[in-house]
């Protein structure tokens, strides 16, 4: 396939992917142009690892991602998309020297995106993530998470208010995470704290023990779906 980006062995991409959301419920299923949202995600980023699975405790959504050719991994209720990525990590064997977390709602991903996780993938207790840079402006709603980011690339904070305060320019964070085996058990263990319940970003939890989170900046373009608004604004693209 033309474009095609490959990536060394051992790199594991697992999209969490659970019905009843609070926010929006059966968003993974949500048709954009005729294709559920969770299979665009699994469009973009199959052939550019080496295993791409949805992991999810609804049925539906696995009969949806097998009927369109792609794997899917039953797991029982989780805290967490990562906890549910652990779990069908756990189920699959444990492979991979890295795990690529892909939420499952950024229906503009491509393999591009991933390929800054994996030409330094993280080591021991390391975590990295990706981020862009967006204005203020578009950025206002809790919807979108930002990133602060100190010079040597790791995050500061993550937050659902716009920071910096007075910036014309945030980092809107984007929800891929690229694991180590041990970095993953250790975020899985973490639990939640008052911190990262308060501002509902379990990555804020993994901080407060420790654990280092690198952002790779860059041009991602995409439309994070968090609100039914959003996903008319995904299905304009795509008809585009």
Not at 20 to 34: E, H, V
Not at 39 to 50: C, E, P
Not at 198 to 225: C, H, N, Y
Request: some cysteine.
């Amino acid at each position: 396939m033309a474009g095609r980006v490959t990536f060394p062995a051992g790199t594991v991409a697992i999209v969490p992917a659970r019905f009843a959301s609070t926010r929006f419920p059966g968003k993974p299923l949500a048709d954009i142009s005729g294709v559920p949202m969770v299979i665009r995600v699994m469009r973009g980023i199959a052939g550019s690892v080496d295993r791409a699975v949805v992991a999810t405790d609804d049925k539906r959504i696995a009969e949806a991602v097998e009927g369109a050719g792609f794997q899917a991994v039953m797991t029982g209720d989780a805290l967490s998309g990562t906890e549910r990525v652990f779990m069908a990590w756990n189920q699959l064997g444990r492979p991979g020297k890295t795990v690529i977390n892909v939420q499952g709602d950024e229906p503009m991903v491509t393999g591009h995106w991933l390929k800054p996780l994996t030409l330094e993938p993280p080591g021991g207790d390391q975590v990295l993530t990706l981020a862009r840079r967006v204005p203020s402006a578009r950025a206002a709603s809790p919807g979108s998470v930002k990133v602060v980011v100190a010079g040597n690339g790791e995050a500061l904070y993550f937050s659902r208010y716009p920071v910096p305060h007075g910036s014309d320019q945030v980092l809107e964070h984007i929800g891929i995470y690229a694991f180590s085996p041990l970095s993953l058990s250790r975020c899985v263990s973490c639990g939640t704290t008052e911190l990262s319940e308060t501002e509902r970003l379990e990555q804020l939890a993994w901080m407060e023990s420790g654990i280092r989170l690198k952002v790779m900046v860059g041009d991602f373009p995409g439309i994070g779906v968090d609100t039914p608004e959003d996903l008319e604004k995904a299905v304009v693209h795509f008809k585009q």
